[in-house]
Antibody
C-alpha cells in the first residue's frame, strides 16, 4: 500500500525558510504516470494549491507563491521536497503532500499524506 | 476570496438529497476545465469524491454524483447519512491565474 509521509520542523521563525519533505513508501516515486504536489490549509480555512513536480523535475507553482517556492524530487531516496522562503504568520498552515495522476484525463490528487502543521512564530 | 464560489453551508435530514454548487467564470469552469470534488472529514486529509465533472474514483459510493453546466458545477448527495457530515471543496483550473483553485468549501450538516 502506497503511503505518503510529511516531515519537517513544526515551528519556523518569520523571514526564515520552511522546509518539508514527503517520503513515499510502498512504491517507487518514479513508477506510473504521477505528479507530486503540495497543498496547504490554514486553520479553519480552505485549501490552497502550492504546486506540483514531476519526477523529471518539471514544476508548476502557484503564481502567488512562485517567488518563494522551490520544489525538488530525489528519486534515489523516494521523496520530494518543498521549500518556502521568507515566511510570515500567513504561511502558518497544515501542509499536505499528495499524488495525482496524469494521462488521458488529468486526475487531481487521490493519495494524500496525513498533513503536518507548520507554525510561523518567533 | 476564491474565484470558485460555494455556499458556506447546506443541511439536510438523513435520507434526503442535498446539492452543493460551485460557481466559476469564463476562465475556469466556463473555459471547459474539469471540476473535481473533495470531502474532508474533521482532522483528516481531503478525499477525492468526483473527478472530471462526474467521474467517481473506485470505492466512492454512488450516492455522490457530479455535474457541470456552463460556468457552474454541482455535487449531489442522495440518501444523506450522518457520516456525510463534512466539508466539501470543489477544484478547477483557472487560466487567468494559471493555478488550480479550490472553492472556499461547504459545510454539510446532517440534521
Amino acid at each position: 500500500q502506497v503511503q505518503l509521509q510529511e516531515s519537517g520542523p513544526g515551528l519556523v521563525k518569520p523571514s526564515q525558510t520552511l522546509s518539508l519533505t514527503c517520503t513515499v513508501s510502498g512504491d517507487s516515486i518514479s513508477s506510473g504516470s504521477y505528479y507530486w504536489s503540495w497543498i496547504r490549509q490554514p486553520a479553519e480555512k480552505g485549501l490552497e494549491w502550492i504546486g506540483r513536480i514531476y519526477t523529471s523535475g518539471s514544476t508548476n507553482y502557484n503564481p502567488s507563491l512562485k517567488s518563494r517556492v522551490t520544489m525538488s524530487v530525489d528519486t534515489s531516496k523516494n521523496r520530494f521536497s518543498l521549500k518556502l522562503s521568507s515566511v510570515t504568520a500567513a504561511d502558518t498552515a497544515v501542509y499536505y503532500c499528495a499524488r495525482g495522476t496524469v494521462g488521458d484525463i488529468w486526475i487531481p490528487p487521490t493519495l494524500w499524506g496525513l498533513g503536518t502543521l507548520v507554525t510561523v512564530s518567533s | 476570496q476564491s474565484v470558485l464560489t460555494q455556499p458556506p453551508s447546506v443541511s439536510g435530514a438523513p435520507g434526503q438529497r442535498v446539492t452543493i454548487s460551485c460557481t466559476g467564470g469564463s476562465s475556469n469552469i466556463g473555459a471547459g476545465y474539469g471540476v473535481h470534488w473533495y470531502q474532508q472529514l474533521p482532522g483528516t486529509a481531503p478525499n477525492l469524491l468526483i473527478y472530471a465533472n462526474s467521474n467517481r474514483p473506485s470505492g466512492v459510493p454512488d450516492r455522490f454524483s457530479g455535474s457541470k453546466s456552463g460556468t457552474s458545477a454541482s455535487l449531489a448527495i442522495t440518501g444523506l447519512q450522518a457520516e456525510d457530515e463534512a466539508d466539501y471543496y470543489c477544484l478547477s483550473y483557472d487560466s487567468s491565474l494559471s493555478v488550480y483553485v479550490f472553492g472556499a468549501g461547504t459545510k454539510v450538516t446532517v440534521l
